[in-house]
Every structure is written in C-alpha cells, then in structure tokens.
C-alpha cells in the first residue's frame, strides 16, 4: 500500500513542476531568485523520496531536508509581492 502512495507521490511531483513553471510565466515573474523557494521545496520532496525507495533514510537524508528547509525559508524574501491589497 505504501510502495503505490510513493507512486502517486512522483507522479504528482512530476506534474507539479510544469504547473509551477506556467503559473509563473503567466504572472510574469521572472528570474531565479524568486523559484529558489519552490526548487527548495521540490528538491525536499525528490530527497525523500529517493532516499525511501533506496533505503537511504538516515541522518544524511534528514540533514538535506533540513538544510534546504532553512533555505527555501530565506529565500521566501525573493518571492514578488502579491499587487492585490484589500
């Protein structure tokens, strides 16, 4: 049961990373700095996963996890600022 929850878990990330490009694109938001937040977090997603069907899951997997947490935290300054204001 868990092996097909892992399945369905790449496939949704596979999809996700074309929608995050498009949604982008629609905005008009370009430049790096302002992904790194969201690559962070996919890159999250793609370790743990990697380190699970590998059987990688250790204090190295953990240290990555939280490394890129703490960096996709710092670059949340990056992300444009919404133009809707209430």
Request: with cysteine; glycine share 2%.
């Amino acid at each position: 049961m868990l092996n097909i929850l892992y399945i369905i878990l790449a496939i949704i990330f596979i999809i996700a990373i074309p929608v995050v490009i498009r949604r982008r694109k629609k905005s008009n938001v370009t430049g790096i700095k302002s992904a790194l937040t969201s690559i962070c977090f996919f890159l999250i997603a793609l370790t743990n996963l990697l380190a699970y069907w590998f059987e990688l899951l250790g204090l190295f997997s953990w240290i990555i996890s939280v490394i890129l947490l703490i960096l996709a935290a710092y670059f949340t300054k990056y992300m444009p600022v919404s133009e809707n204001s209430s």
